[in-house]
């Protein structure tokens, strides 16, 4: 009997039912489905659906007026690259691939590619003097550097086309003896090839040098600490963790450099070296259509760190790896996604309400 009235009881100490909290679904119009039903598990309220909203993109005005006005001044400038006769762009068409024109832009970038390989070369060996224990080692490559990046290009280029007024013969041989194993005339070794490859090799060397033991001294000391306590060989230490890091912190001011070593062997005139600058000055010397070639040697300037540019962008784009969580994405790459998210816009704007 006592069972029987705790079991009555129990109904009433309860107390009443929870009664379902509206969502912000049953206030809205035009609403079915899971904005419709009852609660939720755990006794939580409807699900808001969302499906009918309209998508409205953010407002950038001033966005707007920026891109305008950047138009109009890009309008302006190709109107009057396109209808100022004095730009004369049927001379700068003939001329453009002129065999001349084409065997000085051919010297150009042999100038480019040997002076570059070479100096960095060169750059990397004393950026390892300037970072190693030996002090003798040390000064010898401050003293480069101090030496290479304190006096300007052209005088650079000038004393070593003129070496034969200071030593008549270049030799090889036992120093401090007279045997000789090797002798040349100086006027004869120093062409005006090889003076301006050596002027540019080594006063690329000396700003490769810097660029190479910055970047080396960007790793984390604390890498090669590991490295060095799991037993890796120093060379190994260098090659597979040092530098694939350092080359991150390289690339940006090598690949500047190169593009400043292209337009710095229109330095090489001075020597009356047929590079693509002297070629077009001995040009418009004769047909005194001066601004017309001069346009010329532009574009192809324009062409050669355009080219370097995009290499410029995939090699460190390849050296990211491990830096960034994922690559950056290539300009096709970036293209394919602009035209599929603004192809698919409109259609997510037309949707039902």
Same mark, same amino acid.
């Given at each position: 009997?006592?069972? @029987? ?76 690259? @396109?209808?100022?006769?004095?730009? $004369? ?15 000085? !832009?051919? $010297? ?45 290009? !052209? ?16 030799? &090889? ?18 062409? /005006? ?6 002027? !540019? ?25 590991? @490295? ?25 001011? @090598? ?19 047929? $590079?693509?600058?002297?070629?077009? /000055? ?5 047909? /005194?259509?001066? &601004? ?6 532009? &574009? ?15 090699? $460190? ?11 950056? &994405? ?24």
């Amino acid at each position: 009997m006592s069972s @029987a009235v705790s079991n009555q009881a129990r109904p009433a100490e309860a107390g009443p039912a929870r009664q379902p909290v509206p969502g912000p679904a049953s206030t809205g119009t035009g609403t079915s489905g899971a904005g419709a039903s009852g609660p939720g598990p755990g006794g939580r309220g409807p699900a808001t659906d969302y499906s009918g909203y309209p998508l409205v993109g953010s407002k950038h005005p001033w966005r707007w007026v920026g891109t305008a006005a950047v138009a109009l001044g890009v309008a302006a400038v190709a109107w009057s690259l @396109a209808t100022n006769p004095r730009w $004369e762009w049927g001379v700068v068409a003939q001329w453009f691939t002129a065999q001349s024109v084409v065997n000085g !832009l051919l $010297e150009t970038l042999k100038l480019t590619a040997i002076s570059g390989i070479l100096g960095f070369v060169l750059g990397f060996i004393l950026a390892l003097m300037r970072l190693s224990a030996s002090p003798l080692l040390v000064s010898v490559s401050w003293t480069f550097s101090w030496i290479f990046r304190s006096t300007p290009l !052209l005088v650079q280029m000038l004393l070593w086309y003129n070496l034969g007024y200071l030593y008549e013969k270049i030799s &090889l041989g036992i120093p401090f003896t007279d045997v000789r194993f090797f002798e040349v005339q100086t006027t004869t070794l120093i062409s /005006q090839f090889a003076a301006a490859v050596l002027g !540019l090799t080594l006063n690329q060397a000396a700003y490769s040098a810097e660029i190479i033991r910055g970047g080396i001294l960007s790793v984390d000391q604390g890498q090669l600490e590991a @490295a060095a306590a799991l037993g890796i060989p120093a060379w190994r230490r260098s090659t597979r963790i040092v530098l694939p890091q350092a080359m991150r912190a390289i690339l940006p001011t @090598a690949f500047n450099e190169i593009i400043g070593l292209v337009k710095g062997t229109s330095i090489v005139y001075v020597l009356a070296y047929s $590079e693509l600058f002297y070629t077009v /000055q001995v040009i418009y010397n004769r047909t /005194q259509q001066v &601004l017309p070639l001069l346009l010329v040697a532009t &574009l192809w300037y324009v062409v050669i760190t355009s080219v370097l540019s995009v290499f410029q962008y995939y090699i $460190e784009r390849h050296y990211s790896k491990g830096a960034v969580r994922t690559l950056p &994405l290539t300009p096709l790459q970036k293209a394919r996604k602009f035209f599929a998210t603004h192809a698919v816009a409109p259609s997510r704007a037309r949707s039902p309400r």
